[in-house]
């Protein structure tokens, strides 16, 4: 492997950059995918970024059944990721079509256009869900990685600490 290859792959392991697709959603995914990744949930914690171009994306996230409308956008987001690259289905109309399956316009789950290598099913998924999700992902595919999400929750400040910190500043 050469350094610059050496170098994608470290960034890769150590700070995955996600692109979300609409499929075909009703919406309620979104939000929880948007829940996922601002501040009280806040993906980003764990080096995760979201970011606009599928050249830059590492993981694709897809919400919703896939519909004749996206189908095709689906697919060449999806042949403009750099390998090594996966696709995360959030929610049952991403896994398998949900209640949409069988509709006139829609053509079914996500693996019915590209390959998807994590499921969460539910409806709508819960933004812990989603976390859980891209942490086994990322443990199964990029083992060293995982180093670095256990390496941050170890470093995460203990919860009764700020209540106490917080407690003390309220009595003033
Ligand atoms: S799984 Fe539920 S919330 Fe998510 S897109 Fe389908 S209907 Fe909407």
Redesign the pocket.
């Given at each position: 492997m050469g350094l610059v290859d050496k170098a994608i792959a470290w960034g890769g392991r150590n700070s995955p950059w996600i692109i979300h697709f609409n499929a075909g959603?009703?919406n309620?995914?979104d939000i929880e995918v948007v829940d996922a990744l601002t501040p009280r949930f806040d993906l980003e914690r764990l080096g995760i970024l979201q970011q606009g171009s599928p050249r830059h994306a590492d993981v694709l996230v897809v919400?919703?059944a896939v519909t004749l409308q996206t189908r095709e956008r689906l697919k060449e987001i999806y042949d403009q990721m750099s390998t090594p690259k996966f696709v995360v289905a959030v929610?049952?109309?991403a896994c398998s079509g949900?209640?949409f399956d069988g509709c006139y316009c829609v053509t079914g789950g996500v693996d019915a256009v590209i390959p998807v290598d994590a499921y969460i099913p539910g409806?709508?998924v819960r933004p812990e869900a989603i976390i859980h999700a891209v942490d086994a992902l990322l443990k199964a595919k990029l083992p060293k990685a995982a180093g670095r999400l256990k390496k941050d929750k170890k470093a995460k400040p203990d919860r009764k600490e700020d209540a106490a910190h917080d407690g003390a500043g309220n009595d003033q």
């Open positions: 959603a009703c309620g995914c919400t919703g929610g049952t109309c949900g209640i409806c709508a």
